[in-house]
């Protein structure tokens, strides 16, 4: 039997160097307002993931994908595809 797929989250990194000038929060901001009308994919921010590139960071679950200062756009249909 077929287990029925997971919902993707984003999870954002607002942490100190993520944040810095607001980058963070701002990406967090677009990325809840694209996903008013996204069944199926949530997002949430984080203080910290541990992954500092010196820009924003998104992590997607349950892939494990990471990506740095990723186009709001694009990450929305990336997890929508997940």
């Given amino acids: 039997m077929r287990e029925p797929p997971q919902d993707c989250r984003l999870l954002v990194?607002?942490?100190?160097?993520?944040?810095a000038?607001?980058?963070g929060s701002a990406?967090?901001?677009?990325?809840?307002?694209?996903?008013?009308?996204?069944?199926?994919?949530s997002?949430?921010?984080?203080?910290?993931?541990?992954?500092?590139?010196?820009?924003?960071?998104?992590?997607?679950?349950p892939s494990g994908d990471v990506l740095a200062?990723?186009?709001p756009e694009e990450l929305m249909r990336l997890a929508r595809r997940l």
Avoid: H, K
């Fill in 21 to 23: 000038q607001g980058r």
């Fill in 27 to 41: 990406l967090l901001a677009r990325l809840r307002a694209l996903l008013e009308d996204a069944a199926g994919v």
């Fill in 13 to 19: 990194c607002v942490g100190p160097r993520c944040d």
């Fill in 69 to 71: 200062n990723p186009d």
């Fill in 43 to 61: 997002c949430q921010s984080r203080d910290c993931l541990r992954l500092c590139t010196g820009e924003p960071v998104v992590r997607l679950e």
